[in-house]
């Protein structure tokens, strides 16, 4: 009998949610060896074809949330299409070390892919168009622009596209951009980065509310 797609989400949230003892799990390798074997599948374009295969296969499970292609269509849920390969690998090994918290339900489900799947994914969600959906500039924007300018343009980048391991923010859903800069601002562990820690440390509601009305001004 074929199992439905969610069928099969709850099935494999359960079995994550096992004691790791009994499903015998090799041991975590350490994040830069999976960023180097990233890299590495990165230059060979057979090997780098087949990860995506296998990457858009395994990312089927994530739709339910994460929208067809990884463009999201619920507002505190990311989009993961375009998103920095590398970025997006670190996080799902932050969630799997415990670095970043979520629900236990998406938790469960990325502890339970493997490294080599973590990685076929990153790389399939990265190469995935971002759907357009970019906002008009008005006051709260243009607020936004200068803290932007003054703050985070540094890192984030001018285009708000990122670098790496530093994400883009062009094109992500603003209710999730507001979400996670007061995460970063109240360093109750849901994400841990000393440096967005700082940064967000004096902004008031206000200012998180102008950042991200500017960056979905931004073209993905
Ligand atoms: C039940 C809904 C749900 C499912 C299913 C789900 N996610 Fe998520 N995901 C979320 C939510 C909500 C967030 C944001 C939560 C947060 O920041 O703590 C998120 C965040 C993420 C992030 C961080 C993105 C960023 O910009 O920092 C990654 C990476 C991610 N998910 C990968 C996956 C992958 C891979 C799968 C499939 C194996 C998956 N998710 C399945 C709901 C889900
Ligand atoms: C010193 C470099 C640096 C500066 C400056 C900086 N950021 Fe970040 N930002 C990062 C890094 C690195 C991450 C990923 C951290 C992690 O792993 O959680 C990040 C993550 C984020 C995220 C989470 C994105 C996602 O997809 O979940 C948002 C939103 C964000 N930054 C917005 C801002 C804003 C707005 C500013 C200015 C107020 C800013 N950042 C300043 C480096 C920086």
Known sequence: MPVKPLARLLLIAAFAAAPAAARDKPAEPAPA????????????????NEALRRGQQSA??????????????????????????????????????????????????????????????ALFLS???????????NAQGAAGRQLYAKLCIGCHGAAGSG?????????????YLEDSLKRYRAGSGERIDPMMASYTRNLKDADIRSLAAYLSTLQP
Do not use: W
């Open 127 to 137: 190469r995935q168009p971002v759907t357009r959906k970019t906002a008009d500039m």
């Open 163 to 175: 670098t790496q391991k530093i994400p883009r923010l062009a094109g992500q859903q603003v209710k």
């Open 33 to 48: 060896a999976l960023h180097a074997q990233m890299a590495q599948i990165s230059q060979n374009t057979a090997s780098l």
């Open 60 to 121: 089927a499970v994530c739709r339910h949330c994460h929208g067809a292609g990884g463009n999201s269509v619920l507002p505190d849920v990311p989009n993961l299409a375009s998103q920095n390969a590398a970025y997006l690998l670190e996080q799902m090994n932050k969630f799997v070390q415990g670095t970043r918290k979520s629900s236990d339900f998406m938790t469960g489900l990325i502890k339970a892919l493997s490294p080599e799947e973590r990685i076929d994914i």
